[in-house]
C-alpha cells in the first residue's frame, strides 16, 4: 500500500500535468568520498533577494558563495535562463572558541545566513554561529593598472623626456581578487545558543533569537542590542518551552514571530509595546487526543517559521508536518501538508537513534504558489498549492547526466513494484535534506544533502524539444 501522497495520482511522476514544473537536474557541489568529514556538512543555504548570488555555510565555519553565471537580468523584462552557478568567494567566517567563564566550547558551525539587499558595487550578509553574529562585507578588488604615465610595463621608470602625453592608468579587467571583510561583530548579548538571525525590511535591524530571549540589533551598533521577547522564568525549574525560530515580516518592520518546543507560534507588534512578552497573537492548533502519545511534545516543536513573501501568510514546519497560516487567523492553520507521515508508526526507533531531533527547514517560491521542504532518505517535497498537488523527489549522485528530468518517488510499505517505490523499512536516515531553498525569481532550487549542494531547474520548452 503506498503511504507517500502524490497528488491523487498513481505511478510514477506525470510529466507534462497542469501545473507541475519539470524539474532537472544541474549541478552538484562536492565531494563523493565514502567518508564524510563534519567540517564538510552543509549547515545552512541562502539565495540572496535578486537569486545572483547563492551562499552556503558549513560545520567548519566557511561560507562558499556562488555566482549565477552569464550576464544579469536586464531590470525590466525577462530574463533568459542560467543556471550555472560557480564559486565566487569561500572564507572562513567563524573559528572554534572556549568559553573560560563557564568552560564550554562554542563551535564554528554556521548556524544562519541571512543577506542584505545590495545597495551599492559590495555584497552584504550575516553569519552566526552559537554564540556571534558577524556582519560580512564581499567586494571585489582590481590588483593590477596599466598604462601608468611614469613607469614602464615592467614598472620600471620611463625617461620622461619621452613623455608627451598624459594618460589615465586602467585597471586590469582579468585580474580580480574578491575580498571578504568582517564589517561588524555582534557578540556577548547571548547565554544559550543562537537558532536564528533574521533582517528587517528597512535593512537597518536584525533579530537574533536564543532559546529563552530575541534581541534586535542595529546594523551599525554592535555594542549594545534590545532585548524585545524574554520567556526566561524566575525559576527554571518552571521553563516549559524554549523558543526554536523567530523571523521579521518582510515588509512591516515593527512586527515578527517567533515559535516555540510546544508547537506554538507567536506573532509581535512592537508598535504596540517595545518588550514583546506579551504577544499580539498566538498561532496554535489543538492536538487530536486521539493521537497523544509520549512523543507528542517532541514532534510538535517547530523547526522552522518562514513568512510568505507577500507578508499574508507563513509557513511552520514540525517534525512530521508542514503547516500554512493565514496571520488574520489564530485557531487552526488554513493548509496542512503531511511530508512524512508514514514514519509516525517509527518514532521509537527514532527517537532511540535521535533523528526525531532532527529539525528540517522550509521555504516558498517566487510568488508563494508553492512550498518546498526536506526528508529523509535524500527526499525533499514540493506541494503546490493551487492545484493541490505533491510531489516527492529524491537528490542522488546517481544523476549525473545534466537535464536528467526528477522522478516521483513514492514510499510504499512492504516490496517495492515500480522503479519509482521505495520501500519504508529501506530508508536512509542518515542521508536527509535539512536545507532548501528555492530561488527568489526562477524556478531553480539549492537543496543541501550532508556534504553536497545540488542545483536542480525548471526544464525549458527548446530543451524539451
Known sequence: MAIAMSGGRTGGAVEGAVGEIPWCFSQVKGTIEEEIADADIISAVEFNHDGEFLATGDKGGRVVIFQRGGLPPPVDGPSPFRCDYNVYSTFQSHEPEFDYLKSLEIEEKINKIRWLRKSGASLFLLTTNDKTVK?????????????????DQDGRPKDQSTITELKVPRRSTNDISIEAMPRRVFANAHTYHINSISVSSDDYTFLSADDLRVNIWHIETTDRSFNTVDIKPVNMEDLTEVITAAEFHPRQCSELVYSTSKGVIRYCDMRERALCDQHSKVFEEPEDPGNRSFFSEIIASISDVKFSHSGTNFLSRDYLMLKLWDVRMERKPVETYPVHEYLRGKLCSLYENDFIFDKFECGWNGDDSCVITGSYNNFFRIFYRQPKMEFCYEASRDMS???QILRNKKVVQGPRRRREE????????????????????????????????????????????
Open 135 to 151: 556582519l560580512w562585507k564581499i567586494s571585489e578588488k582590481w590588483r593590477n593598472f596599466h598604462g601608468w604615465n611614469l613607469l
Open 401 to 403: 547526466q545534466l537535464g
Open 422 to 465: 521505495v520501500g519504508l523499512d529501506s530508508l536512509d536516515y542518515g542521508r536527509k535534506i535539512l536545507h532548501a531553498v528555492w530561488h527568489p525569481r526562477d524556478n531553480i532550487l539549492a537543496i543541501a544533502a550532508t556534504n553536497n549542494l545540488y542545483l536542480f531547474h525548471e526544464q525549458q520548452a527548446n530543451a524539451a524539444m
